[in-house]
């Protein structure tokens, strides 16, 4: 990712390290003698806060210098495919709440069928036989391991 | 410590069965790992973590560190044949290994690193052996003022040694640290940041943790941008070296062994840093550095030696002081801890089988690593060809029923897939998960040692600074963060003056 999206992180970084602090003080910090279970915490949200702050102030620098040399750094950033990211996540955690409602082998199923297209294979034939084969394979093993696996409405 | 009684029944143990059979599965995913590139040894290990419930403490251990050591080796394979990486520590291998298979010298560049892989790891077994009691016998002696400045500067050298910023690095390192408090505090029983979630009751896991941070976050990396595999088209021909390739390999690979063992053994270390180091010493020292580059085999078989004694090495402060010095060793710790262990400096007296047997499964592994990668190499040339869309789902696959199994709670799967989508979007912004998951497994023993540390001295920093060794490891790590600072600046200010 270009440079010049540092300062995103680098505010979310500030915004967790005061949410740290204020829930750190609400757990009770104790003393040095007698330390609370927020005093770890607190001392890490310190932390976090110093360091992003020196971050933050290196980029505000850095724009300045680039403003001051009257170069044009702006450029573009990375290629980069949040689509097929977030189609993936958004699928793995719907994924995970319906998969012992409805079963491992019919959830899982769908799930390796939609990963099979989103990474690009074509061939649906494939596709289907890939993904039985998959959930056999798996099953037997983690069922030979001892793992449970939830059978869901199907009873499967 | 009578080191003989102890080294046969380490042998006697490796060589049981089950145990045998489980290093050859370690080794054989390791060299698999190795060769395809896209999954490294850290998220193998982590999504292969559940399935050693149901196995011996010391099966699980032996398996997990043969897919450590097996992927140094298969890294090469990968590198010379296809000019990319199969892990982060045959990076420099492409440089000379690559333009010798260009040249049709695919099987002595092969065979160069699979031997000198082989001299290396070996080497450094017998020295791990002999290290690691005394090492440890010292380390119980340590309090928690030592412990805690040890850790300190352990993860103060891994941020130190990470490939991008320092400062990215130490704000992973707090991430991780903080991801550590969560659930009940072990000391007044108290729960934090749980938010009346049970599964945050008990903390963030490791395995969810590294499997999202390691697994997921490769496969949404891998999604994005898929790694392009051209197998350059030549014969391999014959692996053995000739007499000429022996005698230029001799010494890089004696120097890999001695400068990679205890690259291996400073935090932050591992294979990757040793083969760097090695690849520069090689190109000082040669009589033909204007070679390096355009297909010397010192270039290969220095750093594929040297990335194989830094993974031995790396055993040493896990053994002696129970620290890991890097990623993977942190994600073996979950190993040791899911079976109810904790690796340091007692795991030698109270179960020497976990350490004489993994100490001799090496020898055994390292032997089988050879023949794998010698007389099989057809095989991994093949399944360098499969396509990572086929593998993609497999992977997440192994995840989701991995990560179900420990718990059999799906908000674990969550987890995972959260961690992952984080990790995924800080890897985009230049932050590494390595600091990250090193501080996450310090942190509860951290916190301990600190927490111990001022109850000792009723509250008074200066117990940190009158014992020796941690007075000497805070001071190291103080001088490791100010010259970082100092390096900046110099470097900010030459900026500036230049307009």
Redesign the interface.
Known sequence: ?DKK??I??TFC?IA?SIF?MV?SYR??LG???????????FL??I??FL??T??FI?IF?SKI?AKN?KKNEIASP????FG??GL??GL??I???F??KIGFLVS?FLV?VF??R????QKWRFIIA??VL??IA?YVL?TF?????PKGIFRV | MDWLPSIISGFQIAFQPGNFLYCFIGVFIGTLIGVLPGIGPGGTIAILLPITFGISPVSAIIMLSGIYYGAMYGGSTTAILVNIPGESSSVVTCLDGYQMAKKGRAGPALGISAFGSFIGATFCVIILMFLVYPLAQAALRFGPPEYFSLMCLGLTLVTYLATGSFIKAVLMALFGLLLSTVGIDIISGIPRFYYGSATLLDGIGIVPLSMGFFGINEVLTNIEAPVERLIFKTKIGSLLPNLEDWKRSTWPIIRGTLLGFPLGVLPGGGGTIASFVSYSLEKRVSKHPEEFGKGAIEGVAGPETANNAGAVGAYVPLFALGIPPNVVLAILVGAFMMHGLTPGPRIIIDHPEIFWGTVASMYLGNIMLLALNLPLIGIWVKILKVPYRVLMPLIILCCIVGVYSVNYNIWDIVIMVICGFIGYILTKFGYEGAPLMLAYVLGPMMEQAFRQSLIISKGSFSIFLVRPISVACLILGAFLIISSGLSYYRKAKSIVQEG
Not at chain 1, 78 to 81: E, F, I, M, P
């Open positions: 990712m999206y540092d995103i992180p970084w967790l740290v829930e757990l009770e003393n040095f003698r007698n330390s609370g279970p927020g005093l770890m915490p890490i949200g932390g976090i360091f992003s020196i971050s290196r620098a210098r040399s990375d290629q980069v495919n097929k990211v993936v996540v793995l955690i994924y995970a709440l998969m012992e899982t390796i990963l099979f989103i990474a690009g294979v890939g993904s998959t959930i798996t983690f391991l001892g793992i449970r696996l």
